[in-house]
């Protein structure tokens, strides 16, 4: 145990490990409500790396995770090594690039099992969805965050991202909301509170 911590907080690894807690935070938040996990959706240029068709936050997650596990893996092997000085150097600088290539083609391998799990890529909101009631499904909303679950006839129900402006009664998980307006350079729609009886 002792020898897998000082792997996992020794140079390369410690580099990793960061990334590690900071992918693992962020899911944390996720799970509870307090972050979005599509909000880097379009932010980062994955799609330029061969890691478009999934949501940014998952591609980098794979990646991340994969490249901690090779990382620490071969900290250990390395550890097992007596080369000394510059040669010891050189060879943790070959396993932290070996680790990010493994993370980089573990996330590609995941983007290639989607598109043949679903060719097709999934329908992006529309704004023929304004004037729609939706349930909210984050722990808040406002004009940087939210998602919420929209009917659509003839299909399942749609996933969408919301924002509200402030000032309005806030919402929550489970709360009714009306979609009143879509912003086409965010790809979310503006939401306002709606009673149970209107919907």
């Given at each position: 145990m002792r020898e897998f911590t000082t792997a996992a907080t020794g140079f390369p690894t410690l580099l990793l490990t960061a990334a590690l807690v900071v992918v693992v935070a962020f899911w944390l938040l996720a799970l509870v409500g307090a972050a979005d996990r599509d909000a880097f959706d379009g932010d980062l240029p994955l799609t330029a790396l061969g890691l478009g068709g999934v949501p940014a936050a998952v591609a980098v997650s794979v990646l991340v995770l994969t490249s901690w596990l090779t990382?620490?893996?071969?900290?250990?092997?390395?550890?097992?090594?007596?080369?000394?000085?510059?040669?010891?150097?050189?060879?943790?600088?070959?396993?932290?690039?070996?680790?990010?290539?493994?993370?980089?083609?573990?996330?590609?391998?995941?983007?290639?099992?989607?598109?043949?799990?679903?060719?097709?890529?999934?329908?992006p909101a529309r704004p023929d969805l304004v004037g729609r009631t939706c349930t909210i499904r984050t722990g808040r909303v406002d004009d940087g965050f939210g998602r919420a679950e929209v009917a659509v006839r003839g299909a399942a129900p749609a996933v969408v991202r919301v924002r509200q402006l402030g000032g309005e009664p806030p919402l929550g998980r489970g709360s009714r909301a009306l979609l009143y307006a879509y912003d086409d350079s965010g790809g979310f729609f503006w939401v306002t509170p709606q009673p149970l009886a209107a919907a």
């Amino acid at each position: 145990m002792r020898e897998f911590t000082t792997a996992a907080t020794g140079f390369p690894t410690l580099l990793l490990t960061a990334a590690l807690v900071v992918v693992v935070a962020f899911w944390l938040l996720a799970l509870v409500g307090a972050a979005d996990r599509d909000a880097f959706d379009g932010d980062l240029p994955l799609t330029a790396l061969g890691l478009g068709g999934v949501p940014a936050a998952v591609a980098v997650s794979v990646l991340v995770l994969t490249s901690w596990l090779t990382g620490v893996t071969g900290t250990l092997a390395l550890h097992r090594l007596t080369a000394p000085g510059l040669s010891r150097t050189l060879l943790s600088l070959a396993v932290l690039a070996l680790a990010l290539l493994a993370g980089h083609q573990s996330a590609r391998l995941l983007v290639r099992l989607r598109r043949r799990v679903r060719p097709h890529p999934q329908e992006p909101a529309r704004p023929d969805l304004v004037g729609r009631t939706c349930t909210i499904r984050t722990g808040r909303v406002d004009d940087g965050f939210g998602r919420a679950e929209v009917a659509v006839r003839g299909a399942a129900p749609a996933v969408v991202r919301v924002r509200q402006l402030g000032g309005e009664p806030p919402l929550g998980r489970g709360s009714r909301a009306l979609l009143y307006a879509y912003d086409d350079s965010g790809g979310f729609f503006w939401v306002t509170p709606q009673p149970l009886a209107a919907a």
